[in-house]
């Protein structure tokens, strides 16, 4: 019954939001009135490379393989497909030939350590102290901090990484400018390298955590305040429940579950805020992996790093959609 | 019938609600006067607005911010001696609860945690008011208490959802006797069930109420549920009691025109004439009118009753009207 | 209007107005602007703040303050094209989801919530990439109003879905007022307010999207926008050449939008919430 009726359908969506995804992923270069190859054989002239005419036909029908545009458009797509399965990205145009999914690869672990802290730290902390600040509305500390949430909620990622940025990078030098370990040290689970990495995190981490608290903040203080006026709170107060436990078992838990369903919904807009954060801190994730593919017009990368990020976000929704049950018996047996 | 375990005096008070700029004033418990007594059930009768479930916080002891006490008081008799509730501390009133004082809610939807099953509830619930070593005890005295008053133990496994209105209205009302309150107070606790469960609600209250021998305080407009089990109705208007006896004068005396009109609207079996009812919608409690808030309606409305509010005359022993043609004798003339 | 001025009382929305309408009377200066915002070249490099040049020169040879005001005036205008679009694509495809319901409501919801959980961000930059040279206003707006829809649709199908089950409705139908007549008259006085304060949050989403993708050199580049001030800014080091004024302007002009965009948006959504409405309690 559960299976029927929670599960299946959000396997199927799963899958089937892949396969949209990626085949859209797909289409986009194929669609547009541009030209990929033209346009990299453009961008190779503009950064004035000399092309010998006879070469020119072999180039371009090698772009067209390595950009996957030979033969009809099913058999792209088909070849597409079959490339994937086997975990081949295509190789980057402007690091030539390392394959994209090394690239991915390199700067993922980057990411996502930057990414799993900091979001499941923020939506900890931020659902705990909006979770109080909803209960105890009116009292001065809550207005404070909602006022305080109402300044920094709407700010953009890009522009609070900034300013941290530049008052405790540049102004006092509490914390590197840059990089996500000092130069020249090599990757070692050795504690000087990982003092670097923690050092070098501080500020990208900080500047995902203010922000993404400060809405978890906002969303619980109305979740718990809508909460706070249900009966059974109300009867649970009447029958004289200790008001620790009234707050713990009846409010807060009962507020989690919007919270879960709006974390697996805000995964996307979490993950791109961390990307731009990371290219203003240039951290070697892959933030910065795509901005260095835009600047230098590497479209196999970028189509990896979007294919790559499809999917990875689609399966942390789904892991979200998973565990919802465990929290609300009501989807648990219906 | 014994002696006022649960008192009001003078009792006001009211909503005070500040809306874009515009303060309003909710005058839902205006001057009530209630003397309830051991080994009884009361019930407190009216339409919706009446004031009623306002009331009942203020003698459950329940009032919060945007609600106050303006003026009167609440008072208890806990062990013999009577307690104005104003003077008791949070603690104090929240040792009070289901130990003397107990709550049955309307049964709709989610009077209970959703994502906690039935036992954890009661496990709450106790915990709050017993110790450690006694908790054993209660919960084997919980599943004795919940065959007793015909409910499956093994609902104690279950979640709310899981369970229909008639049977998570049943576990309030165990959940309201399970540690023997002297008073138990019901809002309308049969509204929102089918007739069937209704009936076997309503014998569960009697029943209760019989074993116990305490005191339950009613608060419903279903006319029916009092005349079934409640001893004594006081029936409740625009925020004031108008008129109190006991169930059998009401129903056979009903004095005050408010109290005629809903009595008469009442179906009989076999009498097929046309019910008549009130004319008229009830005033809103923001914006009472002067005098007898009733007199906007009433077909007996003299001079008086616009200017000025009537006090209660006995009529009998044990029944008192608010109402100027009483009191000045006119009663029984038309307008 | 009694609305607005119960509005006026909160004091964030009081901000947020004002800020607002200073934001729109600085962008209907550019009307007024003596100098071409395309053309470069025009004043003196890189000129601090003064007399004679408000907010200074940028290293483009332009007047910051004046380019400015054809910023401002171009972010809205992306905005408001960005918003209203997905307006009406939000609106049409969550009445018809909430009203129709089976398999209507099951596919548009599926397509929404895809548009929801896919990183939008990418795609845009991929689709950015290549058409970069033509994104002007109209079509980057175009760009952000087709992929912007999906979470506001989701809102509105759930006004609908609750409005389908009011009294109203059966009254209406049965008395014959044919679908169309219905959506229009009787659903929109409800459904206007939260059209509104999602227009809101799109705009504002929409900005901060523009300003990523100019930073990001995106975009058509000669066209003056906050985001592609920014780019010029970024571009020509003016942070480590201490050429503070151009850099803070479209930072200040940017926050002050998007914190009056919010506040504006909270305010109205605060006050269409019943249960918020009654908020403080009195003496």
Redesign the interface.
């Known amino acids: 019954m559960f299976l029927k009726q929670y599960l299946l359908p959000r396997l199927i969506?799963y899958v089937?939001?892949i396969l949209?995804?990626i085949t859209?992923?797909f289409f986009?270069?194929r669609l547009?009135?541009?030209d990929?190859v033209l346009?990299t054989i453009a961008e190779m002239r503009a950064r004035g490379s000399y092309l010998e005419p006879g070469a020119m036909d072999k180039i371009i029908s090698d772009l067209q393989q390595m950009y996957g545009l030979e033969g009809s458009w099913l058999d792209q797509y088909l070849a597409f497909w079959g490339r994937l399965f086997r975990g081949d990205l295509g190789v980057s145009f402007f690091q030539f030939p390392t394959p994209v999914l090394d690239l991915i690869m390199t700067a993922l672990p980057w990411t996502a350590g930057l990414l799993l802290t900091t979001t499941l730290l923020s939506w900890a902390i931020g659902n705990l102290i909006g979770g109080f600040a909803g209960y105890y509305t009116?009292q001065g500390w809550s207005r404070a901090l909602d006022a305080l949430a109402?300044?920094v909620?709407?700010?953009?990622y890009?522009?609070f990484a900034?300013a941290l940025l530049?008052i405790f990078a540049?102004l006092l030098r509490w914390f590197p400018v840059s990089g996500g370990a000092r130069l020249g040290m090599r990757p070692s689970w050795t504690w000087p390298f990982v003092q670097s990495v923690l050092w070098h995190a501080v500020l990208p981490a900080l500047s995902i955590f203010v922000l993404s608290a400060a809405v978890w903040f906002q969303t619980m203080k109305l979740v718990v305040?809508?909460i706070n006026?249900e009966s059974f709170v109300a009867y649970a107060k009447l029958s004289g429940v200790r008001e620790n436990r009234v707050v713990s078992r009846y409010v807060i838990r009962n507020a989690l579950l919007p919270q879960i369903t709006g974390l697996g919904?805000s995964?996307?807009l979490i993950?791109?805020g961390a990307?731009?954060t990371e290219?203003v801190y240039s951290y070697p994730g892959l933030g910065t992996l795509?901005?260095n593919a835009?600047?230098n017009?590497d479209?196999n990368l970028?189509?990896g790093?979007?294919i790559f990020?499809?999917i990875a976000?689609?399966t942390s929704?789904l892991i979200v959609d998973l565990i919802y049950p465990f929290f609300d018996p009501r989807i648990r047996y219906m | 019938m014994g002696d006022a375990i649960l008192r009001a005096e003078a009792l006001r008070a009211f909503y005070?609600?500040?809306?874009?700029?515009k303060?309003?004033?909710i005058k839902a418990v205006n001057d009530v006067d209630l003397a309830i007594r051991e080994n009884e059930i009361y019930g407190i009768a009216g339409e919706s607005g009446c004031g009623k479930s306002t009331l009942l916080k203020a003698l459950a002891a329940a009032v919060e911010?945007?609600l106050r006490v303006m003026s009167g008081k609440v008072v208890y008799r806990v062990n013999g001696a009577e307690v104005d509730v104003a003077a008791l501390s949070q603690e104090e009133k929240r040792q009070l609860r289901m130990t003397y004082i107990a709550y049955v809610p309307q049964g709709s939807m989610s009077v209970l945690n959703p994502v906690v099953r039935i036992r954890d509830t009661y496990r709450d619930f106790i915990e709050s008011h017993l110790d450690v070593h006694q908790k054993g005890e209660a919960f084997a005295l919980a599943r004795e208490h919940l065959v007793e008053l015909g409910l499956p133990p093994k609902i104690l496994d279950a979640y709310p959802h899981q369970l229909s209105g008639g049977m998570r209205q049943r576990v309030t009302i165990a959940l309201a006797t399970l540690l023997k309150p002297r008073i138990i107070i019901g809002d309308e606790p049969t509204t929102a069930l089918d007739v069937v469960v209704q009936r076997g609600v309503v014998q569960l209250i009697k029943d209760v109420q019989s074993r116990l021998k305490n005191t339950i305080v009613l608060v419903t407009h279903d006319m029916g549920v009092h005349a079934n089990i409640a001893d004594r109705i006081g029936i409740m208007y625009a925020g004031k009691i108008v008129e109190e006896a006991p169930t059998e004068r009401i129903f056979g005396a009903p004095t005050h025109p408010y109290t005629r009109y809903l009595i008469n609207s009442l179906p009989r079996f076999g009498d097929k004439t046309p019910r008549e009812s009130v004319p008229g919608s009830p005033p809103s409690l923001a914006n009472l009118p002067s005098g007898c808030p009733f007199h906007p309606r009433c077909p007996h409305a003299m001079n008086i009753c616009k200017r000025e509010m009537p006090g209660f005359t006995r009529v009998a022993p044990d029944h008192r009207v608010a109402c100027w043609l009483v009191e000045e004798g006119r009663y029984g003339e038309t307008a | 209007m009694k609305l607005f001025r119960?509005l006026l009382?909160d004091y964030?929305f009081a901000v947020a107005f004002w800020v607002l309408c200073l934001l729109l009377a600085f962008a209907a200066l550019s009307l007024f602007s003596p100098y071409d915002p395309t053309r470069w070249g025009q004043v003196p490099r890189d000129v601090r703040p003064s007399a004679e040049h408000w907010l200074g020169t940028d290293s483009n040879g332009q007047d910051v303050f004046w380019n400015a005001t054809f910023a401002v005036r171009n972010s809205l205008i992306i905005a408001v094209i960005a918003g209203v679009v997905s307006r009406i694509i939000a609106v049409i495809v969550g009445m018809v989801a909430g009203y129709r319901g089976g398999l209507w409501d099951r596919t548009l919801m599926?397509v929404s919530?895809?548009l929801?959980?896919?990183?939008?961000?990418?795609?845009i930059?991929?689709?950015a990439?290549?058409?970069r040279a033509s994104l002007n206003l109209a079509t980057l707006g175009l760009l952000l109003a087709f992929f912007g829809w999906a979470w506001d649709a989701r809102l509105i199908r759930s006004q609908i879905l609750s409005l389908r089950e009011r009294d109203f409705t059966q009254t209406a139908i049965l008395s014959g007022t044919g679908t169309l007549k219905l959506v229009l008259n009787e659903y929109m006085p409800y459904t206007t307010p939260l059209i509104f304060s999602t227009l809101i949050n799109n705009m504002?989403w929409a900005i901060?999207l523009e300003?990523?993708l100019a930073?990001?050199?995106?975009l058509d580049m000669s066209i003056p926008t906050l985001g592609t001030m920014l780019y010029w800014a970024i571009n020509y080091q003016a942070?480590l050449l201490g050429r503070w004024w151009w850099v803070m302007t479209p930072?200040t002009l940017?926050?002050m939008l998007?914190?009056a965009?919010?506040?504006l948006s909270?305010s109205i959504s605060e006050y269409l919430d019943p249960?918020?409405?009654?908020?403080?309690?009195?003496?």
């Open positions: 969506q089937l939001v949209l995804g859209a992923v986009i270069p547009l009135p541009n990929p346009r009116n109402m300044v909620r709407p700010l953009p890009y522009i900034f530049l540049y305040q809508n006026a919904l995964l996307g993950f791109s990307l731009i290219i795509l901005y835009i600047v017009g479209y970028i189509m790093i979007t990020s499809i976000i689609t929704v | 005070a609600l500040d809306i874009y700029g303060t309003k004033v911010p945007p | 119960d009382k964030r599926f919530d895809s929801l959980v896919i990183p939008l961000f990418l795609i930059v991929m689709m990439m290549l058409i504002a901060g300003i990523t930073i990001l050199g995106l942070i930072i940017s926050v998007f914190i965009l919010y506040w909270v249960r918020t409405r009654v908020q403080r309690v009195g003496a």
